[in-house]
């Protein structure tokens, strides 16, 4: 890719999408790959799976199983936006930043309303009020809302700030998404239930993420209002989403979901994160900036001690989140002992 | 996926797709797991494929790898297409076919002009005739060519058949791709070099094909006209097709070409091929309706002696391919036995 | 427009958009230029076009005024086609060569399925055997069909050709258009009415086209199937159709309709046809290729006469329509003293 | 029109666009609609046309007439920024607003990063905030500016405020575009020349408005940078913008610069507009929220005195642009007389 300049990003808490899979995840791969199977997704386990994730969210679902949440959630979208249709989003969301356009690329052309919302969260009233030109021919018609659980500062939308807005989104015939590429995350951060904090609150449709929480290549998009399935199946294969060899991916989320693997993975990650969070706090130069709720943290640091963090490897990368703050991302499988190292270097310092 | 139908094929000899990874390929995917990686590609194994590529091609290529073969295929084109674009390719190609519409997706609304080669080819004389109204404003503009190896009835462009294309084509400055689906199997078949069956003659990209042929889910977007890379970083992210752990997709395509995996893949799965072949074509009642020179058979079934093999569970399909002939198809991993079984379930029917 | 080609057309005879607007269109014009009015089609002008084409059609329809019958083609298909569709239609058609992909960019990338036909007619049976892959995610959906009457040889759809057509693409749940850019040329030369035509025989959808028959710059796109108007207001102000002062376009219109006048226009442009047709036709060395049925002529000329023409300023163009034949089109405004100019100029070679 | 609410507009002082034609441009079509002429643009008025906006524009223009303004922002848009780019204007603009995503649709889904201005317009600062991601793969990539030259709160952007804009845009390599729909009110309202209002002052491409300011229904793109033209004629063929009858287009745009017919038009509309903008002020109970800077007043009238006037059948529309005013147009024909009848209705009321 030469005239292409990628972010490179530091590996050691820079996402969670620096780790490679769980060994329940890659044991569940070995095993699908015994024997042959149909291809495109008509395979036993992605039946399984259907009933599986019906089971768990406590309704019967449709879900189509893919290998990339940035698809996922453009996907969603285009189920729910015509090309002349308004998305209502926060300024910093994902979909918004850091999918070089896909949700527009998939809908056709749809705008992204960009909502201010109070740090990383859109709120229902400021929803409220943007949405406007209904049936007015010269006005991109609102059409849907996005929201990212957990959300882009860190944070989680607790269970009635998901329903005031999902209020005002039908109330106003909208249909709402939920970006959930750390949803197991924010799950054990409310220590609540999938039903609880998907439809039950409103969702109606789900980009369901496990990529970064153990798995290699593997989420997946759920229907909870099935009417909205429409043409997606060949939305979906037009883009070169339907992978031939389909089951592998139905497999990691199978293995993901069983014995509550997702939980267990999601759970550490967010001890982690508190725990590095707590550490940083306690040092007096530096800032967290957005409250800690799940495996994210946000803080400022003092621009020499960047730049002495970087020399020792860490490359903090300060432009991030409109230049407020670094990020650093607790995965599934960080150690009580990479956060000391980190905490122990920065001790260092002075 | 309720609203849909999706096309059931038969597992056994239905496609190479219905196969797993081979043994060098999954083992490469537990050995890139090790350890933390920079996402998006930008890690060793994908910074090491592409100097592989390299000299397996003798010549700097730039590589894309990709999860998915028809998403290969609709971003190579939109790098030599623009919206008002024709690409001519054949009329049973995949292109055309089989990706519900991915070129136009892709391209954001190119033509694909038909051809009717002979057998499953286009032929240089057709294409030449077929190129007209460039730089006239009304009409859709001669861009690009695609042509399949192996191509979409078995058969195997020879090299001089490709130079006289690409000449066509060249000499209309239009660009030539590629389809390599079962490129190994066609570079066996041939007994040629990577070089010569590409851009010795003229093919300025490539889809690699090797999910087919081993891997689980492993492309590669390769160009040998480096100024057609254009904006394909950009184009291939606002498509969900730039995963986060990439390295596990350069992993499988490592391991493929390691020692030539590949190769050795692809002489088997056409030896069976030939092997079914030629025990069908012994057959009275069976007819091969194209020649086998890689490792797919084509072949006319009586009636009642396809609804015989469907009952004995080989669910033929007749509708295929303009209804002329059975598809069976040879896999990596497809055994002697296996053909044997069918052969002799023939054989027992009178 | 410096770095395209634009196709230079031979004025007399070239075709019937070479002219002006008949006296009544321009008075028209002048007369709805008094006084303010809403814009965007909310005016008294286009509300009364509605009821005015309701009458002439013998039924209830839905219409859209628009300036171009490019854009009325491409709108009207994107109603009844998704991203994924299928059009059906002829080889020849101006969708399919002469709109430079406006129909794909309209839909979002469908799929033009090109029909051989009957000279410049599609057949029932054709079409039939077309149609295939429906609810299959790997093909690209059956979704309308388009003819075009006057159609690309000149010749006209019988109304029971017409029936045919449209039974077998309603059989399949296909959606009928008539791309009508000669429409009241056909309709005089079939001696019927435009219900029996159109809904009477199937139509969904029709441009209207008034341009080439008397106007400056006027179409319309009419519904017969109220529930295919679908977004079809937004589609059309997205794309910059819905003009501002669209008044003048329905003005046109009005005119254009009222007192006969387009069926007065169009029976002298097919006579003068005719009269040109019989002309040439009584010609040793001049062959007409197509039955002449409304004001389009299809002949070849030996090629020292193409010369001969071109040097006495008629500039025949041989390349048009599958290198057959040179059209020659008479118009509203065509005289008899023009056709014998032309004649006479021929006798005058030997 | 069924299921689709149109924004019905108050006809007097509603906008400039309720107007028919001014004498001068009425005239011009009934000559131009004397004789036969090359369709599509390739008559001689079209290329009389070029040179007359060249010598107008002191610089050789390159000139594509077109009959919507909205077609000729989104072309003209498309044609510098790619699907994956970012289009930089005001919150407020006609593009976002007003086109119902036009700009989307021509560009393929290219976003609109909205900025705050000050009051109307946008400041070089901002926009030198805004831009960021430059090369890098995960964000749409800034592209193209686009300010609105009369902006849409009435107020006209100084030179030395272009040229800042236009400093930091190309500082950053993007383009800048000026809608133009009330170019001619801006000019006149600067006093400076149409050389000094854009390529001097930055500006690369723009949309000349002329349908507002006394034409039926005709602007023109117009490139100072030559090189950006690209593929529009295509683009715009593809949009059935390509009129065939495109002569009465370029017609208008020819009687409206002749005699400085434009000019004169505007100078009358502004005239009307400061004597209406004055009037209002005088008045206790009004508040004129934006500086009368050309042709349009914005005003906050007591809830009670809007009641009054639409009574009156003002229908006063006091919804628009931000819920903060009421937006009173005067155009090229309204009569002193008509704002003094408003005037004095305000006057009865009491």
Chains 1, 2, 3, 4 share one sequence.
């Not at 009233?125 to 929201?147: A, D, Y």
């Not at 989680?156 to 999902?166: A, F, G, N, P």
């Not at 220590?191 to 609150?201: F, G, H, L, R, V």
């Not at 593997?218 to 909205?228: G, Q, S, T, Y």
Request: include cysteine; charge should be negative; hydrophobic fraction near 40%.
């Amino acid at each position: 890719m030469p005239n292409i300049k990628i972010k490179r990003e530091r590996v050691k808490f820079a996402s969670d999408n620096v780790t490679g899979a769980c060994p329940e995840v890659l044991e569940a791969i070995l095993k699908a790959n015994d024997g042959d199977s149909t291809p495109y997704g008509n395979d036993q386990i992605s039946t399984d799976l259907q009933n599986k994730l019906s089971e768990i969210f406590e309704k019967e679902v449709i879900v189509f199983p893919i290998a990339s949440g940035t698809a996922a959630n453009a996907l969603a979208l285009a189920t729910m936006t015509p090309s002349f249709g308004n998305v209502y989003c926060h300024r910093l969301s994902h979909i918004n930043n850091d999918e070089c356009g896909a949700p527009e690329f998939y809908t056709g052309g749809a705008k992204l309303v960009n909502l201010q919302g109070i740090n990383g969260k859109i709120t229902a009233e400021e929803l409220n009020e943007s949405i406007s030109g209904k049936g007015i021919v010269h006005h991109t018609q609102p059409s849907s809302v996005s929201i990212t659980q957990v959300c882009e500062t860190g944070e989680v939308y607790q269970l009635d700030e998901i329903k005031k807005i999902s209020e005002v989104a039908h109330k106003h015939n909208l249909n709402m998404h939920m970006d959930g590429a750390r949803f197991a995350n924010a799950l054990v951060s409310l220590n609540t239930t999938p039903a609880e904090m998907t439809w039950k609150s409103g969702i109606d449709v789900l980009s369901f993420g496990a990529t970064k929480n153990g798995c290699l290549a593997a989420e997946a998009i759920i229907f909870f209002k099935k009417e909205l399935v429409g043409n997606l199946g060949f939305l979906m294969k037009r883009a070169g989403h339907l992978l031939s060899k389909m089951r592998f991916v139905s497999a990691q989320l199978d293995a993901y979901l069983e014995n509550d693997v997702w939980l267990k993975n999601a759970k550490h990650a967010n001890k982690i994160g508190k725990m590095l969070s707590d550490g940083l706090a306690a040092h007096q130069e530096i800032e967290i900036t957005y409250p800690t709720e799940a495996n994210e943290v946000f803080a400022k640091f003092p621009r020499n001690m960047i730049e002495y963090l970087n020399a020792e490897g860490y490359k903090m990368n300060e432009d991030e989140l409109d230049g407020k703050a670094v990020r650093l991302v607790a995965a599934w499988n960080t150690k009580e002992e990479d956060v000391n190292h980190l905490l122990k270097t920065i001790e260092n310092k002075n």
